[in-house]
Nanobody, 113 residues
Framework: QVQLVESGGGLVQPGESLTLSCVAS????????MSWYRQAPGKERELVAT????????NNADSARGRFIISRDNEKKMVYLQMNNVEPEDTARYYC??????WGQGTQVTVSS
């Protein structure tokens, strides 16, 4: 059974850091490009960052560049999103995605003072 399970979300204050984790099971993790998406209330789902199977990374969201770092550990079948200097605009549900097939259920990040 394929699963992507995100964790690490929560309530944080502006300027703080947070690391999201996603653990995969049920498929050959190391051959998949992995991404983090986010969706804020009333907005479309947005691609935040991607890491290829070879480890190349791309920050796709303008707002994430310079602040978010995506990484992966193929041995542990995990992908991470390190979020630095978070802003209220980062408030969203964050989803892990194994392109093109699999999605997690998401983890909520709320940035508020």
């Amino acid at each position: 059974q394929v699963q992507l399970v995100e964790s690490g979300g929560g309530l944080v204050q502006p300027g703080e850091s947070l690391t999201l984790s996603c653990v995969a099971s049920g498929f050959i993790f190391k051959i998949y490009d992995m991404s983090w998406y986010r969706q804020a209330p009333g907005k479309e789902r947005e691609l935040v960052a991607t890491i290829t199977s070879a480890g190349g990374t791309t920050n796709n969201a303008d707002s994430a560049r310079g602040r978010f770092i995506i990484s992966r550990d193929n041995e542990k079948k995990m992908v991470y999103l390190q979020m630095n200097n978070v802003e209220p605009e980062d408030t969203a549900r964050y989803y892990c995605h194994a392109y093109p097939y699999y999605w997690g259920q998401g983890t909520q990040v709320t940035v508020s003072s």
